[in-house]
């Protein structure tokens, strides 16, 4: 069992996973690129009991196109989003890419809703292509 950390821009939120992500994929959906200010998201998916964080956070919920609650989470000081969670995967914390400390871990295996992608963005053929979201 491996464990990496995190953190916002500032430093006043922190966290712990004690696990390693169960997969990591980049999101191109529109929700995730207005909610990041970026052309795609970089989501690590784990266990909530393998989640540890200190620091305050807030949040922000709305209605995923599935009709799911997504909550992102995100520091009072510097605004960085750190983490999210979503009413369709109980259990499951959603970290965001740019706040892990250990980059070598971030290794996603698929791009999601490319459909949605901004035109100009590189896509890796190495990585498995969903227009949408897949099933599984």
């Avoid at 989003?81 to 250990?102: D, H, L, M, W």
């Avoid at 459909?115 to 890796?124: E, F, N």
């Amino acid at each position: 069992m491996s464990i990496f950390t995190g953190s916002c821009l500032c430093g006043s939120v922190n966290y712990k996973s004690n696990s390693d992500p169960l997969v990591i994929q980049n999101c191109h959906c529109d929700q995730c690129k207005k909610a990041t200010g970026s052309v795609y998201l970089t989501n690590l998916f784990i266990k909530e009991e393998n989640f540890e964080i200190t620091g305050e956070v807030n949040n922000y919920t709305h209605l995923s196109d599935a009709g799911n609650n997504m909550t992102k989470y995100f520091c009072p000081k510097c605004g960085s989003q750190v983490f999210g969670k979503n009413s369709g995967r109980p259990g499951i914390i959603t970290i965001r890419a740019g706040t892990v400390n250990e980059k070598d871990i971030i290794k996603p295996i698929r791009n999601l809703f490319l459909k949605s992608k901004v035109p100009s963005t590189p896509i890796s053929s190495n990585l498995e292509a969903c227009e949408g979201m897949p099933l599984n």
